[in-house]
Nanobody
Framework: VQLVESGGALVQPGGSLRLSCAAS????????MGWVRQAPGKGLEWVSG????????RYAGSVQGRFTISRDNAINTLHLQMNSLKPEDTAMYYC??????????????RGQGTQVTVSS
């Protein structure tokens, strides 16, 4: 299993970013996928999940209405569109592969992460 994130950057409050995760080494459509994040000095926080065919999505309350998770199964890629970013969204964002084909499972694999910093 290989998960490679990209798209992190420094952005001003209120701005937008789109994270991507290129997945390989497993049957992409057979597993739910998601994003977790870790802010400086804090533990891992589940952000969002999506099932294998992309029809079911789930979000943490802190990002509901601002973030959108999606997947392109033709190219084995997961996305996270982040709008109205806040300083508290600053964190390392990790792409994760769930243990089953759901939108809220525990995960079995995690990428190396991409840094998102929201600051003026």
């Amino acid at each position: 299993v290989q998960l490679v994130e990209s798209g992190g950057a420094l952005v001003q409050p209120g701005g937008s970013l789109r994270l991507s995760c290129a997945a390989s080494g497993f049957s992409f459509t057979s597993y739910g996928m998601g994003w977790v994040r870790q802010a400086p000095g804090k533990g891992l926080e589940w952000v969002s999940g999506i099932n294998g065919d992309g029809r079911i999505t789930r979000y943490a309350g802190s990002v509901q209405g601002r973030f959108t998770i999606s997947r392109d199964n033709a190219i084995n890629t997961l996305h996270l569109q982040m709008n109205s970013l806040k300083p508290e969204d600053t964190a390392m964002y990790y792409c994760v592969k769930f243990r089953s084909n759901t939108a809220t499972s525990s995960y079995s694999s995690r990428g190396q992460g991409t840094q998102v910093t929201v600051s003026s």
